[in-house]
């Protein structure tokens, strides 16, 4: 096999591990959003905010998001865990750091962009994409409309494509 159609192959393999752990996590905010019947609003009144560019605000919880400090500090961690998840697959992917780069944009994407997807399958959320929606919680939380890390992702898919096949 060329090293170019291997390079693809595992390509798809990158795609098809961020795709299946967009399930996951969208299956996990679907079963907490059903176990604690959270569904919140994003109102920028409930928060400190750090900095507002419009497509993201940068913020601060004035009361625990989930219902109280303990499960909101889980939720931090699994957070890192699946950026830690994603660098690692990028590791295994490629031993030059241009591809592992290529690798993690690419897995990123796919998680982020497949977990929109999943969860407006599981749970018909979210009703447009101007619904605003927790991003991160790392460092601060980020918040903002569905629309803007689905654009993001949607670039950092193409270049983090082209930088692995490069």
């Known amino acids: 096999m060329s090293k170019q159609r291997e390079r693809r192959a ?29 569904h919140s609003i994003y109102q920028l009144s409930h928060y400190k905010v750090y900095l507002n560019l419009g497509f993201i605000t940068f913020v601060s919880p004035r009361r625990p998001l989930l219902m109280n400090a303990r499960l909101g500090d889980v939720e931090v961690t699994r957070e890192a865990a699946t950026i830690l998840m994603l660098v690692f697959l990028s590791f295994v992917a490629s031993t030059v750091w241009k591809r592992r780069l290529g690798a993690f944009m690419t897995s990123f994407a796919c998680w982020d962009i497949a977990y929109y997807v999943f969860l407006r399958i599981l749970d018909h959320w979210p009703s447009s994409l101007m619904t605003r929606d927790v991003y991160f919680l790392i460092p601060v939380t980020w918040i903002g409309p569905v629309i803007t890390p689905l654009v993001i992702c949607s670039v950092m898919l193409v270049v983090g494509s082209w930088l692995y096949l490069e």
């Open 10 to 38: 595992n390509l798809l393999a990158v795609i098809g591990f961020g795709t299946a752990f967009g399930f996951v996590e969208a299956a996990v905010v679907y079963y907490l959003r059903l176990l604690i019947k959270f």
